[in-house]
Protein backbone atom coordinates (compact mmCIF):
# COMPACT_ATOMS: atom_id res chain seq x y z
CA UNK A 1 0.00 0.00 0.00
CA UNK A 2 1.09 3.42 -1.06
CA UNK A 3 2.19 5.86 2.10
CA UNK A 4 3.10 9.66 1.21
CA UNK A 5 3.95 12.35 3.78
CA UNK A 6 3.95 16.31 2.67
CA UNK A 7 6.00 18.74 4.41
CA UNK A 8 7.41 22.17 3.48
CA UNK A 9 3.81 24.24 3.76
CA UNK A 10 3.49 27.60 5.57
CA UNK A 11 3.21 31.11 5.39
CA UNK A 12 4.75 33.42 2.82
CA UNK A 13 4.38 36.81 1.17
CA UNK A 14 3.22 37.23 -2.37
CA UNK A 15 6.19 36.72 -4.63
CA UNK A 16 7.92 34.74 -2.07
CA UNK A 17 9.00 31.10 -2.41
CA UNK A 18 7.98 27.49 -0.95
CA UNK A 19 8.96 23.75 -1.54
CA UNK A 20 6.77 21.57 -0.68
CA UNK A 21 7.91 17.38 -0.25
CA UNK A 22 6.23 14.12 -0.55
CA UNK A 23 7.74 10.97 0.52
CA UNK A 24 6.79 7.80 -1.01
CA UNK A 25 6.66 4.17 -0.16
CA UNK A 26 6.53 2.35 -3.44
CA UNK A 27 8.32 3.12 -6.64
CA UNK A 28 7.38 2.63 -10.33
CA UNK A 29 4.83 5.16 -10.64
CA UNK A 30 4.08 8.97 -11.63
CA UNK A 31 3.65 10.97 -9.08
CA UNK A 32 1.96 14.93 -8.96
CA UNK A 33 0.19 17.49 -6.81
CA UNK A 34 -2.97 18.82 -6.77
CA UNK A 35 -4.61 21.21 -4.24
CA UNK A 36 -7.91 22.45 -2.74
CA UNK A 37 -8.99 26.10 -1.89
CA UNK A 38 -11.70 26.49 0.39
CA UNK A 39 -15.04 25.99 -1.41
CA UNK A 40 -13.24 25.15 -4.62
CA UNK A 41 -13.16 21.81 -6.05
CA UNK A 42 -9.50 19.78 -6.07
CA UNK A 43 -7.77 20.84 -9.04
CA UNK A 44 -4.26 19.17 -10.70
CA UNK A 45 -1.31 21.42 -10.01
CA UNK A 46 1.75 19.31 -11.60
CA UNK A 47 2.42 15.94 -12.76
CA UNK A 48 6.03 13.78 -13.42
CA UNK A 49 6.85 10.47 -14.69
CA UNK A 50 7.65 7.52 -12.82
CA UNK A 51 11.94 8.52 -13.65
CA UNK A 52 11.48 12.46 -13.93
CA UNK A 53 11.83 12.47 -17.57
CA UNK A 54 8.36 13.96 -18.07
CA UNK A 55 6.19 16.81 -16.72
CA UNK A 56 2.70 18.51 -16.44
CA UNK A 57 1.54 21.50 -15.44
CA UNK A 58 -1.96 23.65 -14.69
CA UNK A 59 -2.10 26.60 -17.10
CA UNK A 60 -2.26 28.57 -13.77
CA UNK A 61 1.30 27.69 -12.59
CA UNK A 62 3.26 27.11 -15.76
CA UNK A 63 6.45 29.35 -15.46
CA UNK A 64 6.40 29.46 -11.57
CA UNK A 65 5.89 25.76 -10.33
CA UNK A 66 8.32 23.55 -11.09
CA UNK A 67 7.67 19.58 -9.81
CA UNK A 68 11.02 17.39 -9.94
CA UNK A 69 11.84 13.98 -8.08
CA UNK A 70 14.76 12.31 -6.62
CA UNK A 71 14.19 8.45 -7.51
CA UNK A 72 16.14 6.85 -5.60
CA UNK A 73 15.55 8.53 -2.25
CA UNK A 74 11.53 8.12 -3.41
CA UNK A 75 10.48 12.00 -2.71
CA UNK A 76 8.99 14.14 -5.06
CA UNK A 77 9.32 17.54 -5.06
CA UNK A 78 6.65 20.64 -5.78
CA UNK A 79 9.03 24.08 -6.02
CA UNK A 80 6.78 27.39 -5.85
CA UNK A 81 7.82 30.67 -6.96
CA UNK A 82 6.03 34.17 -6.95
CA UNK A 83 2.88 32.86 -5.34
CA UNK A 84 0.07 34.12 -5.86
CA UNK A 85 -2.99 35.16 -2.89
CA UNK A 86 -4.87 32.59 -5.12
CA UNK A 87 -2.47 29.74 -4.87
CA UNK A 88 -3.32 29.59 -1.26
CA UNK A 89 -4.92 26.36 -0.74
CA UNK A 90 -4.55 22.88 1.13
CA UNK A 91 -1.49 20.98 -1.32
CA UNK A 92 -1.58 17.05 -1.91
CA UNK A 93 1.07 14.66 -3.13
CA UNK A 94 -0.96 12.00 -5.43
CA UNK A 95 0.43 8.67 -6.77
CA UNK A 96 -1.30 8.47 -10.47
CA UNK A 97 -2.57 4.98 -11.63
CA UNK A 98 0.19 5.01 -14.14
CA UNK A 99 3.84 5.47 -14.89
CA UNK A 100 3.18 8.62 -16.94
CA UNK A 101 3.18 12.89 -15.88
CA UNK A 102 -0.09 13.39 -17.84
CA UNK A 103 -2.38 12.20 -15.31
CA UNK A 104 -5.07 9.44 -15.63
CA UNK A 105 -6.28 8.35 -12.13
CA UNK A 106 -5.38 8.86 -8.44
CA UNK A 107 -3.99 5.62 -6.68
CA UNK A 108 -3.09 7.28 -3.31
CA UNK A 109 -3.23 10.39 -1.53
CA UNK A 110 -1.26 12.01 1.25
CA UNK A 111 -2.91 13.95 3.71
CA UNK A 112 -2.24 17.48 2.93
CA UNK A 113 0.10 20.54 3.72
CA UNK A 114 -1.49 24.07 4.09
CA UNK A 115 0.19 26.54 1.88
CA UNK A 116 -1.05 30.40 2.61
CA UNK A 117 -0.01 33.21 0.56
CA UNK A 118 -0.64 36.79 2.46
CA UNK A 119 -1.22 39.78 -0.30
Known amino acids: QQHLVESGGGLVQAGGSLRLSCAYS?????MGWFRQAPGKEREFVAGISRFGTSTTYADSVKGRFTISRDHDKNVVFLQMNNLKPEDTAVYYC???????????????WGQGTQVTVSS
Open 26 to 30: IKGFG
Open 94 to 108: AQNQNFGATWYKTGA
